[in-house]
């Protein structure tokens, strides 16, 4: 299957959305929480933060490690969505253009929030 122009950009926004979702959103916060252990501290300014930190060990330290890691998850992302484009294009289409929609509205949202609403 030939990737054209067009092709390429829509996986390619699918693929940044995926990847936001899995490290950033708080809705896939509880696919991340079982690899990270929750660090309070409080800062000089008296107000409490919060880190989280991948697991000591084992698999859940690998997963924590790629979770946190945006550039990781990236490729991983990037290869599932291309696995399956071309795996299964009739069932995945429809995902792939959810996400890539998504992925182009969040970035249009970034340069509305910097310049217009600055």
């Given at each position: ?69 945006y ?42 929030q ?5």
């Amino acid at each position: 299957m030939k990737i054209t122009f067009i092709n390429f950009l829509i996986l390619s926004l699918s693929s940044f959305r995926l990847t936001r979702l899995l490290v950033f959103d708080k809705i896939t916060e509880f696919i991340r929480s079982p690899f990270f252990d929750e660090i309070s501290e409080e800062n000089e300014d008296g107000e409490i933060e919060v880190f989280y930190l991948p697991k000591k060990t084992g698999v859940k330290k690998f997963m924590g490690e790629l979770l946190s890691c945006y550039w990781c998850t990236g490729i991983w992302a990037a290869a599932l969505i291309v696995a399956l484009y071309y795996i299964s294009p009739d069932y995945s289409t429809p995902i792939i253009l959810i996400l890539a929609i998504a992925g182009l509205a969040s970035i249009l949202e970034f340069f509305v929030q910097y310049f217009i609403e600055k």
